[in-house]
């Protein structure tokens, strides 16, 4: 005669520690992710010792951009993929040249940044940055 074992019911698993696992994931993937960092534009700015000097007009070669996002250089229109060389010439023709990049207060931020890229493309190192209204 064969013995017959009695079938046992299966134990449960609990579930009350499958929210702890979850939240310790949770916590560890958040504390080891990597967040990018913006680089933004490297500029060198004057510390509080700088002092404001006067600079004679023709020493001064003024980029602006309208509300709309034109480009004018000295009041004349002009092209952005002509600005790097238009500054490399005139700084070799002045060696005291200052870049003054004016830019309307509602024009797009890539209006701004584009002109800055192609002054710091023609190794310009006198640069002074001014916003404007109207």
């Given at each position: ?18 929210s702890?696992?979850?939240?310790l994931?949770?916590?560890f ?13 490297p ?8 002092s ?31 600005l790097?060389?238009?500054v490399?010439?005139r700084?070799?023709?002045?060696d ?17 940044v584009?002109?800055?890229d ?8 006198k ?8």
């Amino acid at each position: 005669m064969a013995i017959k074992k009695k079938a046992r019911p299966l134990g449960d698993l609990s579930q009350a520690s499958l929210s702890d696992i979850a939240f310790l994931l949770l916590v560890f993937f958040i504390a080891t992710t990597i967040f990018p960092t913006e680089k933004g534009i490297p500029l060198i700015l004057p510390g509080k010792a700088s002092s404001v000097a006067q600079i004679n007009r023709k020493n001064v070669m003024v980029i602006h951009t309208d509300a709309a996002g034109n480009i004018f250089v000295d009041d004349q229109p002009w092209a952005i993929n002509q600005l790097k060389d238009e500054v490399k010439r005139r700084m070799s023709e002045n060696d005291k040249l200052v870049i003054s990049i004016e830019t309307h207060a509602d024009a797009p931020y890539k209006a701004m940044v584009a002109v800055l890229d192609e002054v710091k493309l023609a190794e310009a190192t006198k640069i002074s940055i001014k916003m404007y209204r109207g």
